[in-house]
């Protein structure tokens, strides 16, 4: 095909500067530098070739139109990806890898995107799968070798020590506060409080845009208006919400019952008051984890600096040591309309933010999918070791579906379903 339209193949892995020439007219299209990467040691494993023409919508348009006459058609969204998975050069925690890359908006989120895409998670499942499948044939000798009792017992003695450890492992990779699945989607503030605290204010302030509609009528906000941001390399998505109040309408309540929703899944909930008049009091889908709010005084412009320590005595009750910040109390004087006060909100936020998802050495889990499958393996893995050692079929079987679940994850054990999800993330040409 490109001999057809660029000459002889060139060298593989050198560039070439070739004439593109329509093969029935031989007339010149473009110039271009050609490449050639050989299979199997390409992206996806094929013969591939790239050629580098100038942009112009014609040149592109005539090239394309060449190439489909030859019978090359478009790649559909994450064909190559696909195609890479499907030649064995990527596993699917790769692929998961290389697509996050793409969408990586924050320096964060590009670090651990890097890693997996360049096999971290492959390893550490691999790895664990392949101590499994040892554990595995282990269990399997002793029921080989069940007339030979020393075997049998020395066999199934060492797999129950390599489950016990791994067991082990996975927990601790498990209990990991969700630190990669929160870097990777955001960490979510829910800006919640009484209606006209200044809540939407907070939010343009915030993004630095107006994002949400600001009026001096209590009630204006119903939805939430959601604002992606990147503060100090680190991504936090905040939502601005309705205000809490006696509402006065059904679209009124049902704004309260999102604010509500949200305040409750949410890593942070900035609590706004009135710097004038302070409601410290929170709804009780946010008492119970206190720890989680931080209360934040705006219109600090509207009071003078005496007022504002009064405002700021201490919060009637027990206060959590979760709320203390570098031994300090969560509260936080600012003002949305003139910015002051706002740099120390931000690196507060940021600060919190960045202790939830520390970044660490260690590997973490980045989607629900694969936290799915490694509480299945450790559920499997339990099975196994409660298992009477007498029954050593099921405990073989209990260790064939922990090795089975890690498997789901890099994708040796697949389901169409799964890789169509995940392959659909990706955009034409990727
Ligand atoms: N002086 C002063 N006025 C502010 C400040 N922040 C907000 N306002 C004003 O307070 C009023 C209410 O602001 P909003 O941001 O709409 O308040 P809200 O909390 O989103 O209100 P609801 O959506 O109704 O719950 C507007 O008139 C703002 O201009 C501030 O820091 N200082
Ligand atoms: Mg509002």
Known sequence: MLVAIAGALPEPRRASLRTIR???TGQEVDRGIVLFFAGPS??????????????????????????????????????????????????????????????????????????QAGGELHRLYEGWRAELVTAMALTEASIDFSDEADVADDAMARAREMVVALTARIAAHLKDGRRGEILRDGFRVVLAGPPNVGKSSLLNALARRDAAIVSPEAGTTRDVIEVRLDLEGLPVIVSDTAGIRAAEGDVEREGIRRTLARGREADLVLWLMDARAPAWEVPEEFAGDVG?????????????????????????GPLPVSLRFHGERQNVFVSAL???????????????????????????????????????????????????????????????????????????????????QIFLRFCIGK
């Open 338 to 420: 003139t910015g002051a006060g706002m740099a120390e909100l931000v690196s507060r936020i940021a600060a919190l933010t960045r202790e939830r998802i520390a970044p660490d050495d260690a590997p973490v889990i980045t989607q629900a999918r694969h936290r799915v499958a490694l509480e299945d393996c450790a559920r499997c893995l339990q099975d196994n070791l409660a298992q009477d050692v007498r029954h050593a079929e099921l405990a073989a079987e209990d260790l064939r579906r922990s090795a089975n679940a890690l498997g789901r994850i890099t994708g040796r054990v697949d389901s169409e379903q799964v890789l169509d």
């Open 42 to 115: 390409s992206f996806t494993g094929e013969d591939v070739v790239e050629i580098l023409l100038h942009g112009g919508r014609a040149v592109i348009a005539s090239v394309l139109a060449l190439l489909g006459r030859l019978g090359c058609r478009l790649a559909e969204p994450g064909e190559f990806a696909r195609r890479a998975f499907d030649n064995g050069k990527i596993d699917l925690t790769e692929a998961e890898g290389i697509a996050d890359l793409i969408d990586a908006e924050t320096e964060a989120q590009h670090r651990q995107a890097v890693r």
């Open 292 to 316: 989680r709010v931080m209360w934040v005084m705006n219109k600090g412009d509207l009071v003078d600096t005496e007022c504002l320590a009064q405002a700021a005595a201490p919060h009637p």
């Open 22 to 24: 329509d093969p029935e």
